[in-house]
């Protein structure tokens, strides 16, 4: 029998309002899922417990932005199929990311990002990582760059920074820098075409950057 956690137990019930007798798609989120049944105080199994691939990992490393604009960012990029979510702290942040207020940001964010995963039936969570700084950068991660290059096949984590862009000499000059198009997007935009092109650009959709359909 499926157990829930109070959090999941609410918004079956109270958010989703499910009913009694209702199916629904129950997850480890492990890629591990099987349909349930609703009853008034648990749920029944109703099939086989299936197993989904993981796709290829792409991560988003996204610097915090004002207001919501940050969760719309990071509800967007776990329905374009990010694995992993990393709050990135950029010299021109223009949102205090400290304390108290960086710990109720990460937990929002990572609220949001299960949210993301029941909503759009992914089987495999997204995981929002600790905060790291520009200079904590593995080698492999690109920057979002206005004037990067446009070849995004086989990339998996790109970095968008904060409202104001790159501070001088923030990104060192060896690093990779990748295009998000000809016109000039704000963070949160960037932050979802950047997740789409790692997506077709990883082969995580099943498609390539022609079009084709791969194999």
């Given at each position: 029998?499926?157990?829930?956690?109070?959090?999941?137990?609410?918004?079956?019930?109270?958010?989703?309002?499910?009913?009694?007798?209702?199916?629904?798609?129950?997850?480890?989120?492990?890629?591990?899922?099987?349909?349930?049944?609703?009853?008034?105080?648990?749920?029944?199994?109703?099939?086989?417990?299936?197993?989904?691939?993981?796709?290829?990992?792409?991560?988003?490393y996204?610097?915090?932005l004002?207001?919501?604009?940050?969760?719309?960012?990071?509800?967007?990029?776990?329905?374009?199929?990010?694995?992993?979510i990393?709050?990135?702290?950029?010299?021109?942040?223009?949102?205090?990311?400290?304390?108290?207020?960086?710990?109720?940001?990460?937990?929002?964010?990572?609220?949001?990002?299960?949210?993301?995963?029941?909503?759009?039936?992914?089987?495999?969570?997204?995981?929002?990582?600790?905060?790291?700084?520009?200079?904590?950068?593995?080698?492999?991660?690109?920057?979002?760059?206005?004037?990067?290059?446009?070849?995004?096949?086989?990339?998996?984590?790109?970095?968008?920074?904060?409202?104001?862009?790159?501070?001088?000499?923030?990104?060192?000059?060896s690093?990779?820098?990748?295009?998000?198009?000809?016109?000039?997007?704000?963070?949160?935009?960037?932050?979802?075409?950047?997740?789409?092109l790692?997506?077709?650009?990883?082969?995580?959709?099943?498609?390539?950057?022609?079009?084709?359909?791969?194999?």
């Amino acid at each position: 029998m499926p157990l829930l956690s109070k959090v999941d137990e609410h918004h079956l019930r109270t958010v989703l309002r499910a009913r009694a007798g209702e199916e629904v798609v129950v997850t480890d989120g492990h890629g591990s899922w099987s349909l349930c049944e609703v009853h008034d105080r648990e749920l029944v199994r109703m099939s086989e417990v299936h197993r989904d691939p993981a796709a290829p990992e792409t991560v988003l490393y996204l610097a915090p932005l004002k207001g919501d604009r940050s969760e719309w960012a990071v509800a967007k990029a776990t329905e374009l199929g990010v694995s992993r979510i990393v709050p990135l702290v950029s010299a021109r942040l223009a949102v205090k990311f400290k304390g108290d207020v960086r710990d109720k940001i990460l937990l929002r964010w990572r609220r949001i990002a299960d949210e993301s995963c029941g909503q759009c039936r992914r089987t495999h969570a997204v995981i929002v990582e600790h905060p790291v700084s520009v200079g904590e950068l593995g080698p492999d991660v690109a920057v979002a760059d206005f004037d990067g290059e446009s070849d995004w096949t086989g990339i998996r984590a790109v970095a968008i920074g904060p409202e104001g862009g790159w501070a001088p000499d923030e990104v060192l000059p060896s690093r990779r820098r990748l295009s998000l198009g000809p016109t000039v997007l704000r963070a949160e935009t960037a932050g979802v075409v950047a997740a789409s092109l790692m997506a077709f650009g990883s082969g995580g959709w099943g498609f390539n950057l022609t079009g084709e359909r791969d194999g």
